[in-house]
């Protein structure tokens, strides 16, 4: 059975970092494109990164040069380094996977993933 467990969130003053991290079960995570989203209050859900079977990586402009997804296949798990966090980076976030290889232009898209997380809640705030 397929499961996503987030964790890192938690509440940071702008400037700061977090490093979400992102466990997968039940699946080898090498074999599956994965990708970050994440939901503020009122919003609608925006993908933030992505990565697919064979390392391409995409990033929303919003957060370029600013975060980084890595992934460690021996531990099974995904991560979103987020660096010089601001408030509008608060915002529920979310881990998601898919079992195959996802274009470049697929993988910010919610539509392309079957498996979620529950999230974890990042606070950008002074």
């Known amino acids: 059975q397929v499961q996503l467990v987030e964790s890192g969130g938690g509440s940071v003053q702008p400037g700061g970092s977090l490093r979400l991290s992102c466990a997968a079960s039940?699946?080898?995570?090498?074999?599956?494109?994965m990708g970050w989203f994440r939901q503020a209050p009122g919003k609608e859900r925006e993908g933030v990164a992505g990565?697919?079977?064979?390392?391409?990586?995409q990033y929303a402009e919003s957060v370029k040069g600013r975060f980084a997804v890595s992934q460690d296949n021996a531990k099974n798990t995904l991560y979103l380094q987020m660096n010089s966090l601001v408030p509008e980076d608060t915002a529920m976030y979310y881990c998601?996977?898919?079992?195959?290889?996802?274009?470049?232009?697929?993988?910010?898209?919610?539509?392309?993933?079957?498996?979620w997380g529950q999230g974890t809640q990042v606070t950008v705030s002074s």
């Open positions: 990565i697919n079977t064979e390392g391409t990586i």
């Open positions: 039940g699946f080898t995570l090498s074999r599956f494109s």
């Open positions: 998601a996977a898919r079992a195959e290889r996802l274009s470049w232009w697929s993988l910010l898209l919610q539509t392309s993933y079957n498996y």
